[in-house]
């Protein structure tokens, strides 16, 4: 019924480990399945894809930085003063990253590493006797997990002064293949590709691993993201239609219960092995963590229904005079990445810029109400954005957010939405090895 990862410490089988001091296009297509045998089989062929789910958790991709560092480049967060922050978190607080910043070069080594551990299974696969009803998840898991890795290496290096979006990855690929910057509308439109066929491809109802409600899910933001509202609000709409998934009404368990009704997909932490170490390292106060949250956001929450609000009076908390988010507390949390609440605004705005505000209040007025919130009467695109800045706080949207909605004054440094400044950076040492790759500047 929703995606779930469990992740399970079994990559030693199949050398699926994430080794970030690498350059992406240095790992040979060999040494991201040390063992080429392991993929001439079923049971190879789904323990490579435990492992390529396993990679997503890692700290520097959905384990936390993925959402983290996109709060550092809008300042809704601010430095706890009880925790150490690093070079390379000032460097994106204060908008000057580097070619060498550790946050940004891991999070590519990583995600090139993970699209090339899902295209060396979409390329194994045909070539391992099953019958479809094992084929077709296999292939759809990879599918998925591609097109959302690509997506967001796209929206954080994508850069729309240019054109030029990211490398383009399909196949495995090794130091020889020194990819180019793919337009940004051929990355959108292989992202789209992969996760239609994804939804054909994947089964219904699975607890512990991608569904086709998923895929639509994800294609639902991909749209938005593109501004193909009726595509969005279309897919968006399957995914409330089929029934599978409501609003819970205990907020914290989208977090902290590790089945619940509104999960859509996420990662789950065991007693073994968390998948939200680095975001309790960010945020949890009994970690000393790094980020309290800004002024400027506890000021948007109080200015737009304060102690009425429940994702306020539940996930935030004054001690000694300083704001705390307690929304990453648990050790062994849950880490949602995407939810029924999230499927219900992106259709709220498809709707409403589509024209059919009726229909785009009533689907603010389901996050609203389970706030705590009073429905409200009319709708603007304020009110959209401040719903749904405040439904996914934290949860790596807001940043990405201004800048679909090209905000002018982004950040403490009140940057336009497309200054280089709010780019990661291609890593230096790929720049020195691809000539073919060319550098976000100003």
Request: charged share 20%.
């Amino acid at each position: 019924m929703k995606k779930i990862i469990g992740f399970i410490l079994i990559l030693t089988a199949v050398g699926l480990v994430v080794m970030s001091c690498k350059k992406i296009i240095e790992k040979d297509p060999k040494m991201v399945i040390s063992d080429q045998t392991a993929l001439t089989t079923v049971e190879g062929l789904q323990t490579a894809i435990i492992g390529t789910y396993n990679a997503l958790q890692n700290g520097d991709l959905y384990g936390g930085n993925i959402q983290a560092c996109q709060d550092m480049l809008t300042n809704n967060v601010k430095p706890s003063g009880e925790g150490n922050i690093v070079y390379e978190e000032t460097q994106m607080l204060e908008k000057n990253m580097s070619p060498d910043n550790r946050l940004s070069a891991s999070f590519w080594s990583n995600a090139y590493y993970v699209v090339n551990m899902a295209n060396s299974i979409i390329q194994a696969a045909p070539g391992v006797d099953m019958d479809s009803s094992v084929a077709n998840p296999i292939l759809g898991e990879c599918l998925f997990i591609r097109a959302m890795m690509t997506f967001d290496l796209l929206r954080y290096i994508g850069n729309q002064n240019t054109g030029m979006g990211v490398p383009l990855l399909t196949e495995p690929t090794g130091i020889e293949g020194k990819p180019s910057r793919a337009p940004i509308e051929d990355c959108y439109a292989q992202i789209i590709a992969d996760l239609n066929q994804a939804k054909d491809l994947l089964p219904e109802s699975n607890e512990s691993r991608a569904t086709r409600w998923a895929a639509y899910a994800l294609l639902a933001r991909v749209y938005f993201y593109h501004g193909d509202y009726t595509l969005a609000e279309e897919a968006a709409t399957i995914v409330i239609n089929s029934g599978k998934f409501k609003l819970d009404t205990s907020l914290t368990s989208n977090f902290y219960q590790a089945l619940n009704a509104e999960i859509i997909f996420a990662m789950m932490s065991t007693q073994t092995n968390t998948s939200c170490g680095t975001l309790n390292n960010y945020y949890r106060k009994a970690s000393n963590g790094k980020f309290s949250p800004a002024p400027s956001l506890i000021k948007l929450f109080t200015f737009t229904g304060g102690t009425q609000d429940r994702r306020f009076t539940t996930f935030f908390t004054n001690i000694d005079g300083k704001w705390w988010t307690t929304m990453f507390d648990d050790r062994y949390m849950n880490v949602p990445l995407i939810r029924l609440g999230e499927v219900y605004l992106t259709r709220a705005e498809s709707r409403f810029n589509l024209g059919n505000t009726v229909g785009a209040l009533s689907d603010l007025n389901q996050t609203r109400r389970r706030a705590g919130l009073i429905d409200t009467l009319t709708i603007d695109p304020n009110q959209i954005y401040y719903e749904r800045s405040k439904e996914l706080v934290f949860q790596g949207d807001n940043f990405f957010n201004m800048k679909r909605l090209q905000k002018q004054k982004i950040s403490d440094d009140q940057l336009p939405w497309n200054d280089v400044r709010l780019m990661y950076l291609i890593p230096q040492r790929e720049m020195d090895v691809n000539p073919n790759l060319v550098q976000n500047e100003p």
